[in-house]
């Protein structure tokens, strides 16, 4: 499920451009504020595959009426008010009016101390589900992230999407979202992870534009990612995963993989 929310805040108000960990740390928070045992499950465990945990949801860019840039201060302008934010989780089907509710009229802010910008829901709107089929166009609306370990090298390597292997950890990722979200138990003698899906598993991942390297500071921590069009063919549930939970890593941690359906009139 997606859902728009609009935010009211004051004009000329400004955030870091870094602003999505604060972001994602709101959202927690509402949660926690509706359901202390759903939030904590959320946050400390997610659903599990192996030794990693997935929290499957995503969020968009803030896109204000209209903006600008203090570059001095690297902060982004919010010069008009309303703003609007794309929030995307992928959840059953009984929970979506539920998750709906939690955001209503809800109040925070985001920055420091010493400088932060109040915003208020104004209105939450559902968005309609896409009409999914195996193969898809996309547009990032957010970074994708993609990184693999290398012997020697203690640090992930961040991977563009030309690389020889991005589709292929594209794909393993999607996998385990998926094998997590169904509650499949891992054994020492595990099947490979294509042979889990319920139906014969077509691939084909195609790049459809330039990508564009996008850096984010997440706490400490510097996150590079690229956005760009691309085409997908795999099966149904993949797509479902990718779409509301997040294509490639740090989907919940700062809303990244994001993607927008491209249409063919588009």
């Known amino acids: 499920m997606r859902i728009q929310?609009?935010?009211?805040?004051?004009?000329?108000?400004?955030?870091?451009?870094?602003?999505?960990?604060?972001?994602s740390s709101w959202i927690y928070k509402t949660l926690a504020q509706a359901d202390g045992d759903f939030a904590e499950w959320l946050h400390q465990q997610g659903h599990v595959y192996g030794k990693r945990a997935y929290?499957?949801?995503?969020?968009?860019k803030l896109q204000p009426r209209r903006y600008g840039v203090d570059r001095q201060s690297k902060m982004l302008v919010l010069k008009e008010a309303p703003t609007t934010l794309t929030l995307s989780f992928h959840v059953p089907d009984t929970l979506q009016h539920f998750v709906t509710g939690l955001f209503e009229h809800q109040r925070f802010s985001l920055g420091s101390r010493h400088y932060h910008v109040d915003f208020e829901v104004q209105t939450v709107r559902m968005l309609p589900p896409p009409a999914f089929k195996e193969t898809m166009r996309y547009r990032c609306e957010s970074p994708i992230l993609i990184s693999r370990l290398y012997e020697g090298n203690p640090y992930p390597q961040y991977l563009a999407p030309d690389a020889p292997e991005y589709a292929s950890l594209l794909l393993q990722n999607l996998l385990r979202k998926w094998r997590a979200w169904q509650g499949v138990t891992v054994l020492s003698n595990e099947a490979p992870l294509e042979e889990s899906m319920p139906c014969h598993l077509p691939f084909d991942f195609r790049l459809l534009s330039e990508p564009r390297s996008k850096l984010l500071r997440?706490?400490?921590t510097d996150l590079r990612g690229y956005e760009f069009s691309f085409e997908l063919t795999a099966p149904i549930e993949l797509h479902e995963i990718g779409y509301y939970a997040g294509f490639g890593e740090k989907n919940a941690a700062a809303g990244m993989g994001m993607v927008q359906v491209v249409h063919d009139n588009d």
């Open 218 to 220: 997440v706490k400490t």
């Open 55 to 60: 929290r499957l949801f995503t969020f968009g």
């Open 5 to 23: 929310l609009t935010l009211q805040h004051s004009n000329e108000a400004k955030v870091d451009f870094n602003y999505q960990y604060h972001l």
